[in-house]
């Protein structure tokens, strides 16, 4: 009679501040036969403790955690632990952020509005070695993590806190401060503040110029205006 030999499961650990959003991840996972999920975080230093703990195979994590931000702390597990590979799952827009997300040292980025059938696919690439970006901006992702590294710090949104890109890019996009407001569940005045900071690092003096910039850069970055602001 042959033994049964159990295989080893690939380990996950779930990065994310939305307990909803882990719970889901973790049922989609479990159901595979070759992976499982370790341990969960919902921010820089749960994490760093699970990864410590639970020595994961890899990290699935969002950019925006509690009290962290998830681009800083992929750079500090790619130094700390460089054979652990980190995949992105999250909602900003993949036009802008899956760069920062290769320069930050992770292998991949994925989009929490994609179908769920292709969060798999892109864990099981990530886990080959390979880097996992969606087709829509493969071309553009990979030509630019390529590129020096004097040429990849011309973006203009890299000033930016992760909050001001995302008033940035919905600006860009012809979003009003109330529409951006309601979008991002801010008040209109946090929004307003954000427009400040963001003219003051950008070195922009006016509100139309603001305006104008984020336009341009937004188109040059192909991202769609808004069909209603």
């Not at 033994?3 to 650990?13: D, N, P, Y």
């Not at 909803?20 to 159901?31: A, D, F």
């Not at 292998?107 to 990530?126: C, D, F, T």
């Not at 070695?129 to 590294?149: C, E, M, Q, R």
Request: hydrophobic share 40%; net charge neutral.
């Amino acid at each position: 009679m042959k033994e049964q030999t159990a295989k080893r499961k690939t380990k996950i650990l779930v990065v994310d501040d939305h307990p909803i959003v882990r719970y889901g991840i973790s049922r989609i996972l479990n159901k595979e036969d070759d992976l499982a999920v370790c341990g969960e975080a919902e921010d820089g230093n749960e994490a760093l403790q699970a990864i410590e703990k639970q020595k994961p195979d890899l990290i699935l994590m969002d950019i925006s955690l509690k009290r962290s931000d998830g681009l800083k702390l992929t750079k500090i597990i790619r130094g700390d632990y460089p054979d652990i590979p980190v995949l992105i799952l999250s909602m900003h827009d993949e036009s802008v952020y899956a760069r920062k997300a290769l320069r930050s040292g992770a292998k991949g980025y994925i989009m929490k509005e994609e179908s769920s059938e292709k969060l798999v696919p892109a864990i099981r690439q990530v886990l080959r070695g390979d880097i996992y970006v969606s087709d829509n901006v493969n071309k553009n992702v990979l030509t630019d993590f390529a590129a020096p590294a004097n040429e990849q710090d011309k973006c203009l949104v890299d000033a930016l806190s992760d909050r001001e890109r995302q008033v940035f890019i919905f600006l860009g996009q012809g979003y009003s401060s109330r529409a951006i407001a309601d979008k991002l569940l801010l008040s209109v005045k946090t929004v307003e503040t954000h427009r400040s900071r963001i003219k003051l690092k950008l070195g922009i003096e006016h509100n139309q110029q603001l305006l104008v910039t984020a336009a341009e850069w937004a188109t040059s970055e192909g991202l769609k205006p808004a069909l209603t602001v």
